[in-house]
């Protein structure tokens, strides 16, 4: 991994996948040697998603949107959203992750820019969520099971009275009729060594379901 400038967010440097990082042997079966085995994960974290990207150059655009703020960046990955919350001054970030090379690769992102993220280690959409004021979910619809696990979540923050931003670039899954568009850019999608064209993505507020 190579430690670089975000495309979209020079401000933040990530450790970040080419084309020598080999990667792939991380999809490689547990070979039995782990009290629990773990179900191998694409490494999600090794790129600057679209949706993180946006939702990160967002907060750093309009800081008042995390300052003094207990934060939450749900499916953290490279930490890039909690990162950029930590950079715009919210008073706690909280991570959840559950990919346990993410967590590291997690924890050197954020000692690299200098911030302090807590980490959560496990799924945590089947609960109430954490004692924070705002939930930052960059980039959480790329899928069926996961979209059908993260919305009833998201309600539940909100009932908690908790505020909930989203970034998306337009992935399939993403429920439009809930989402309220704050703002848009356009930021490189991931793909190849984390590059890619410059595609339109936006940040969103999540409303509760017959909301105007």
């Known amino acids: 991994m190579r430690l670089l400038p975000v495309p979209s967010l020079p401000e933040i440097r990530l450790y970040a996948a080419h084309p020598g990082s080999g990667l792939s042997r991380l999809l490689e079966p547990d070979d039995g040697r782990h009290e629990r085995a773990v179900e191998p994960q694409p490494p999600y974290w090794a790129y600057a998603w679209a949706g ?3 939702l990160a ?3 750093v655009d309009q800081p ?5 703020r207990r934060v939450l960046d749900l499916g953290a990955g490279s930490g890039l959203v909690g990162i950029a919350a930590a950079k715009a001054g919210a008073s706690e970030v909280i991570a959840a992750e559950i990919d346990r090379n993410g967590i590291v690769a997690l924890g050197l992102n954020a000692a690299a820019n200098g911030v302090a993220i807590a980490v959560i280690d496990e799924d ?10 705002l939930v930052l979910a960059g ?3 790329y899928g069926r099971a996961v979209a059908r696990r993260v919305v009833p979540f998201l309600d539940r923050c909100l009932a908690a009275g908790i505020e909930v931003l989203v970034g998306d670039p337009g992935r399939a899954w993403l429920p439009r009729p809930r989402l309220r568009l704050l703002g848009e850019y356009e930021v490189p999608d991931v793909g190849g060594n984390g590059g890619g064209a410059l ?3 936006g940040v ?3 409303v509760a379901a017959g909301a105007d």
């Open 124 to 133: 945590i959409t089947a609960g109430p969520p954490p004692a924070v004021d």
């Open 199 to 201: 595609k339109p993505s």
């Open 52 to 54: 993180g990207a946006v």
């Open 64 to 68: 008042s949107t995390v300052a003094g």
């Open 139 to 141: 980039d959480v619809f």
């Open 204 to 206: 969103f507020a999540f």
């Open 57 to 59: 150059r967002y907060l």
